[in-house]
């Protein structure tokens, strides 16, 4: 330990003794041995999950679940942690999905890395709030710091910022609302912050591939512009938005009398891994004037991978991105970040409140993060799980586990596609691989996937994720894990067709 730091004995008697009495849960120098006795008991469950959870899921049914919870009094408190850890272990621990294990390979959910778990040890505890500087001095620069090493992964230069998110879903609300309104703005000098929507934002269109992610359909309603202003991209043979009906799309929606403000692109598709063409929509976004969103939440991954960076080329002419930190930098839950090519135009999210940052407030001298969030104020310091990634591990690991996770996928789709008992869909630019199972004496190819999908579900020896495509189910691996091997994924296969040959028998 630094020897800075003073032990807690030192401590002790460094600070005048209270008598706390009944406030002996407040955080607070007396308590230090509360606090420290109460975190080293709860990472004794840790140690439980990791060492004793051998499957990803127990397979516990929600009825059972649900009757277990509804069981609780929590109107009686319990006397001491073991009760509460018990207690917790039985409802939660036991039957929580474990991302780390290699038999999960559902949802995108990456396992998490230890330099972040002993950064959010600080997050929690010392509780900063990002929103500004007299709540967070070192955070908020800190933070800033962050923003710009990501904005040049991506390629932008210094005129760049943004600001740290609860996840993809908000960051791309953010990529949204900026484009409408400095649409609104540069067009008809209209001011929707102040003012609200025009008569014109009716008739906004805004062109996403329709494999992109629901959180634009959300978005958009939620901005008042409606679902209906969300056009949909058909998808060319690999699931990337196909610019030539792109091009057709924005014409046709011009010919109706709609308004195109912006695109999304998608840099990693949920379900299939795939990136849009992101050199060819810069150059339809340019040719009409628009704004270019990308929502790289998955696809990130790649900005660091000097084997696959090319994947994102183009990125570096759009507008905005999204970063799911969460997603692809192997970070604990939330993570995520809004980023802008031109930090002038953030301006346009910008709220004075005369308690946090009043307008005579100099952002130089005093800066706030809460000026360029939309959606939350008070706002946790997550960013300082990346700073002690980034320290302790260095990007070019965070690089190495990435490249590992693709390259498992490329063998695992070859492993699928030549065994006759698999279709494969696609070959992933990530690591998502959606397919199904088959049995040339079985017609409903759906129910059989279906059946599969949930023996596996309700033994909980295995995770894995499904879509469905052309209105036929399918399975969906998402490999997130780079400590997953290749004969991990041979027994996964191999399991999958062992239930799919009980299909008969047990219906
Ligand atoms: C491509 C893409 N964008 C956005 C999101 C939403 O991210 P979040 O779940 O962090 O809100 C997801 C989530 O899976 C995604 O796959």
Redesign the pocket.
Known sequence: MNNNLISSEEHSNAVLPHNLGNFENIFHPDNYDHYRNAINTTTDLVQEFLYRNKKPFSGIEAKEMKEKVRQIDLDQKLSNYDELLAEVDDIYVKHATAFHLPQYVA??NCPVVIPALAGEILVSAINSSQDTYDQSAGGTFMERKLIDWTAKQIGYDVNSDGVFTA????S?LMGLVMMRDCFSQKRYNHNIKMDGLSPEASRFRIFVSDK??F?NLKNASIMGLGEKSIIKVPTDDRFRMDISLLKKYIKREEQLGNIPIGIVA?A???DFGNVDPLEDIADVAEQYNIWMHV?A??GCALLLSEKYRDLLNGIERADSV?I?Y??SFFQPI?S?AFIVKNKKELLILKHHADYLNPKEMDEEEIPAQINKSITQSTRRFDALKLWFTLRMMGKEQLAEYTDTVIDLTKDTASMISEDPDFELLSDSDLSVLVFRYIRSDIEDTNALNQFIKMKLFYSGEILVASTKVNGNFYLKFTLLNPITTTEDIHQILTTIKRHGKDFNTEK
Do not use: C
């Open positions: 949802h995108l996840g993809g879903s908000q791309n992109s992610h959180s998608t990693g598709t949920t929502d939440a998955y999204t799911d969460h997603k939330s995520s």
